[in-house]
């Protein structure tokens, strides 16, 4: 993450930067191998096609590589998808025991009827493509209103920035009920507390469930189209400022049509009333 840092910058300090960026300042100042261009290449190629299905694997993947020129096997193939933390979606037998201190909960939206503010929470992870390097986004969104209460940006999969995201949610309010995937992020302790000592209730997607977290994967493929894949950021300044702006226009500008073309402040302030998706099976 080295080359994300900008020393030019007027804004940022190199101190500052590294914090963002989760990099020690004196890794800065030596020699690091950063990945390829090739890889990095084909780790934005993967983020598009996983988009667009979420259900191919590491088999299908290389295949689509393949036929669009790129020589590149299956191993390769299975090493970035972990480095983007990508899993083909489907169900799967469960063949190992969790770690004991990562607690698990049932998924508590199936045939529940969202139809308020702060009734339910989501959150998620994602891969952001940089021209040269990734980060990753955890972003808190009101599943009713699909406002984004906090958002975060980080160059390893750590606990730390998701804590960071949920503890500046929760100064804005209180969910009834929070819902993510069984990530480690969000099965740890330290993500859970903050949870529990304000009496939230969590609930998590079941293995291999593509849609019960659907509303924060939209707003992935939201951020994405609209705005990351338009805009060949190479430094952590400038997208921590793109997507600020990006962010504060999806939230109090960006009509969403299935909310009846309301924005999703003027949904979660109360300004706008709109009818609640339908109960999840």
């Not at 030019?8 to 020699?31: A, K, N, V």
């Not at 599943?143 to 390893?156: C, E, G, I, K, T």
Request: net charge positive; glycine share 6%; proline share 5%.
């Amino acid at each position: 993450m080295r080359c994300l840092v900008d020393p030019d910058s007027s804004e940022l300090s190199i101190q500052r930067q590294c914090e963002l960026l989760g990099l020690p300042r004196s890794s800065y100042y030596h020699d690091q191998v950063p990945e390829t261009a090739l890889n990095l290449s084909l780790m934005a190629l993967i983020d598009r096609q996983y988009m667009e299905t979420p259900f191919y694997g590491s088999r299908r993947m290389t295949w689509v590589l393949n036929r669009e020129g790129h020589a590149v096997n299956r191993k390769r193939v299975s090493r970035l998808m972990r480095m983007l933390d990508l899993e083909a979606i489907y169900p799967k037998p469960n063949l190992s025991r969790g770690d004991a201190e990562h607690r698990k909960y049932p998924y508590l939206l199936r045939g529940l009827q969202v139809d308020r503010p702060n009734q339910v929470w989501a959150s998620d992870i994602t891969y952001v493509p940089l021209a040269r390097g990734y980060l990753y986004l955890v972003a808190i969104i009101d599943w009713h209103s699909r406002y984004v209460m906090s958002w975060r940006l980080s160059n390893s999969l750590e606990t730390s920035f998701c804590v960071e995201a949920l503890e500046e949610a929760l100064s804005r309010g209180r969910p009834e009920i929070f819902n993510t995937d069984q990530g480690v992020q969000f099965t740890s302790r330290r993500f859970q507390a903050p949870l529990q000592q304000h009496s939230v209730r969590i609930s998590m997607d079941g293995k291999g469930r593509a849609l019960d977290n659907v509303f924060i994967e939209r707003l992935w493929r939201t951020v994405k189209y609209e705005h990351l894949y338009l805009h060949g950021y190479d430094n952590v300044q400038a997208l921590q400022v793109g997507l600020r702006k990006y962010l504060k226009f999806y939230n109090m500008e960006r009509p969403h049509q299935g909310m009846e073309y309301c924005t999703p402040e003027s949904v979660y302030s109360g300004e706008e009333t709109v009818a609640g998706p339908a109960p999840r099976e």
